[in-house]
């Protein structure tokens, strides 16, 4: 009994299967938790649809130049809501965790964190693939809009690229937030920074002093690169949005994990 | 001051064998200091947690047992001193994987179920305990496909001990586990609380029932300001700190019976005298031979309480 359990060997390091069904399992429960709070799931997939229909659906077959507007809209609009998922799935999500208590527990276990981690990425990243699908069914049908499916397959790629960049501003919000104030701080970070990138009207009809300062903001590279696959892109090299676009992601992780290591140093 | 809380004997109850072999501690804390910019949590404090027994952590709010628990569970790091669990650092996942705990958390994921709970738990752990059994043990039977919202209070306080439960530990630690629950849960969280002691199973407990310590730990350690004030077995505590009671219908003088050896307090209400010692016997004996009309004699311990506050107030 007791001297049996005394002298049973330590558990060795969870062999690959092992490791995988965590993984798995951490992402399975991830995505539906998410996916049954209703407050979460409606409202990252329903915002940006509504706007696509009152701004995009209802330009359908209206061309500016060369570019049709509501395929122009489905680039900006697919990126506003792949933003939105990343951003309140992790940030608000991991926010409240934390606050709750309950991250500290599942630290105490022998969960990997990265299995953690890779779970609420590949949520958002889910959850991104999921309201830019809609948009695009939404367009295709309603919008009249014309997509090869060379351009479907780069969004959907875009969409996970960009989901997991801002995943990691997420979790860098989460660490710093509050929890009850974590939506509102995202909502009054997400919604002028969409604005300003020129996600809900396109970037030329803002004033100037708009267009100066929007390449500063990450949601104006990633709207870029969106766009190019229609080839709606403003003028400058794709190759500076990739840069802007990956020295945010870097900054985002880099500051995350000093704050987080502060933070344990401090418990 | 500080004082070493663990005694060179071994507990042994009658389920288990005794053994020829010493048996080494599951865990220690070795003189640790945890500093929080000007405030010391813990100083110099050292435990060691036997196989198979039950120790209850007490003390006041802001005593230092949450992070004498959070240094075990290798979530924080001391500032000077080491925790070891099972011989090594409690921060290595293979030790996590033979500790099961249960803090105070909030909530849990509202949209999982029960069930979806414990079985995310069992997967991090290379030998679960069946799923079946974790409901046995937690008494969760009948409400492993609610969502978590869903749930009372003390549900919601079985499933955290269930996913402590989750990996069969050899070291469970539980903070404030009956926090929420009716009466009759917590003598089901006791008994399957003996349960796992008796099985082998290292249990430390914190709580702020001393009924819960009292009817449960072998050893108590009471700490405060981030040192062991006391330790001992319930009834060591409560002898140690207060005295027992003894009230009796008697003439002596109050005045003689305060000079008596251990005697603390010497009270008088009419013809019932109630004198406090720290040891009753030998008071009691001299009572009997100085006063042969002595009647209505009883002897009473403490109640745990008065030997705690008695503990912790003075420090």
């Keep these: 009994m007791s001297t049996a359990s005394l002298i049973r060997p330590v558990a060795m390091a969870p062999s690959l299967a092992h490791s995988l069904r965590i993984y798995s399992k951490e992402t399975k429960y991830e995505f539906f938790k998410l996916l049954r709070a209703k407050s ?19 330009n359908r077959h209206v061309q500016e130049g060369s570019v049709d507007i509501a395929k122009y809209m489905l680039g900006s609009y697919a990126c506003f809501g792949l933003i939105g998922a990343a951003l309140f799935g992790i940030g608000v999500g991991l926010a409240g965790e934390r606050a709750a208590g309950w991250l500290e527990l599942k630290r105490a276990s022998p969960m990997p964190p990265m299995a953690y981690l890779f779970a609420k990425c590949v949520t958002a990243v889910a959850f991104g693939i999921i309201i830019v699908s809609f948009l695009t069914m939404l367009g295709v049908a309603f919008g009249g809009v014309s997509l090869s499916a060379h351009e479907l397959v780069r969004m959907l790629g875009m969409t996970i690229v960009g989901a997991i960049s801002f ?5 860098l919000l989460a660490l710093v937030i509050p929890a009850n104030a974590a939506a509102g701080i995202v909502n009054l970070i997400y919604l002028p920074m969409s604005f300003l990138s020129g996600l809900w009207i396109p970037i030329r009809f803002l004033p100037h002093w708009v267009q100066r300062i929007a390449p500063m903001l990450p949601t104006y590279h990633l709207g870029q690169l969106m766009l190019n696959i229609f080839g709606y892109a403003d003028a400058a090299s794709m190759a500076s949005h990739w840069t802007g676009l990956a020295g945010f992601t870097m900054l985002m992780l880099g500051a ?12 | 001051m500080p004082a070493i809380a663990f005694a060179p004997e071994i507990h042994t109850t009658s389920a288990r064998p005794t ?15 945890k500093r929080y910019g000007a405030t010391t949590a813990l100083d110099g404090l050292s435990l060691a947690l036997r196989p198979g027994e039950i120790v209850a952590l007490l003390g006041p709010n802001g005593a230092g047992k949450s992070t004498a628990v959070r240094l075990l569970l290798g979530l924080i790091s001391a500032s000077t001193g080491a925790a070891s669990v099972f011989g090594s650092d409690p921060r290595d996942p293979s030790t996590r994987s033979r500790i099961g705990a249960m803090l105070q958390v909030a909530r849990l994921p509202e949209t999982l179920r029960v069930r979806e709970h414990l079985d995310l738990f069992r997967s991090y752990y290379p030998r679960p305990l069946p799923m079946e ?4 043990i937690a008494q969760l039977d009948g409400i492993q496909g609610r969502f978590f919202s869903q749930l009372s209070g003390g549900q919601k306080q079985r499933v955290l001990f269930g996913l402590a439960l989750c990996g069969d530990p050899d ?8 926090v929420g629950m009716d009466i009759e849960a917590r003598r089901g969280l006791w008994q399957q609380i003996r349960t796992l002691a008796d099985r082998g199973k290292t249990v430390l407990l914190t709580t702020h029932y001393l009924e819960e310590a009292d009817a449960l730990a072998h050893r108590i350690i009471v700490i405060n300001k981030g040192r062991i004030v006391s330790e001992g077995t319930p009834s060591e505590i409560k002898s140690r700190s207060a005295g027992r009671k003894i009230s009796c219908r008697t003439d002596l003088d109050i005045e003689y019976l305060r000079t008596l050896p251990s005697v603390t307090s010497v009270e008088r209400n009419r013809d019932t005298v109630v004198v406090t010692a720290g040891e009753a016997e030998s008071v009691v004996r001299v009572m009997l031979l100085q006063d042969a009309a002595l009647s209505n004699l009883e002897i009473a311990s403490p109640a745990l309480e008065d030997a705690f506050l008695a503990l912790t107030s003075s420090r």
């Design chain 1, 40 to 58: 979460f799931s409606l409202s990252v997939i329903s915002f940006p649809v509504m706007f696509y229909v009152i701004f995009g659906i209802a």
């Design chain 1, 167 to 171: 995943a990691s501003m997420g979790l």
């Design chain 1, 256 to 267: 995350g994990w000093i704050i987080f290591n502060r933070s344990q140093q401090n418990a």
């Design chain 2, 19 to 33: 053994t020829a072999a010493p048996l080494q501690p599951v865990a220690t804390l070795a003189n640790v200091t």
């Design chain 2, 133 to 136: 059994e974790i409901v046995r």
């Design chain 2, 171 to 178: 070291l469970i630690m539980l903070d404030e586990p009956s």
